[in-house]
Nanobody
Framework: QVHFVESGGGLVQAGGSLRLSCLVSIPIFNTKAIGWYRQAPGKQREYIAG???????SYADSVQGRFTISRDNMKNTAYLQMSSLKPEDTAVYYC????????????WGQGTQVTVSS
């Protein structure tokens, strides 16, 4: 079974930056696309960014130009660099193996909380 461990969240002021990490329990080298999702209170989990095994990236409109996804295959880790954070970015952030923008693994990690104060 695949497991995900997200980390790097915290409390930050609007305009600030954070870098999230996603450690995957299986090798991701050359085979797995990884995506980041977030879930704000009272809202559904939404896709925000993805990176293919070849490094092709995609972003939701809400984070385009502010967030950057990357990966380190040797560490089985994906990252999400978040800049120019806004209060509406407040959410729990999760990662998963993806196909296009859809999560592939049924189980999720515990997520990492990001709180942006105004």
């Amino acid at each position: 079974q695949v497991h995900f461990v997200e980390s790097g969240g915290g409390l930050v002021q609007a305009g600030g930056s954070l870098r999230l990490s996603c450690l995957v329990s299986i090798p991701i080298f050359n085979t797995k696309a990884i995506g980041w999702y977030r879930q704000a209170p009272g809202k559904q989990r939404e896709y925000i960014a993805g990176i293919s095994s070849g490094g092709i990236t995609s972003y939701a409109d809400s984070v385009q130009g502010r967030f950057t996804i990357s990966r380190d295959n040797m560490k089985n880790t994906a990252y999400l660099q978040m800049s120019s954070l806004k209060p509406e970015d407040t959410a729990v952030y999760y990662c998963n193996v993806i196909f296009q923008t859809r999560p592939v693994v049924n189980s999720w990690g515990q997520g990492t909380q990001v709180t942006v104060s105004s």
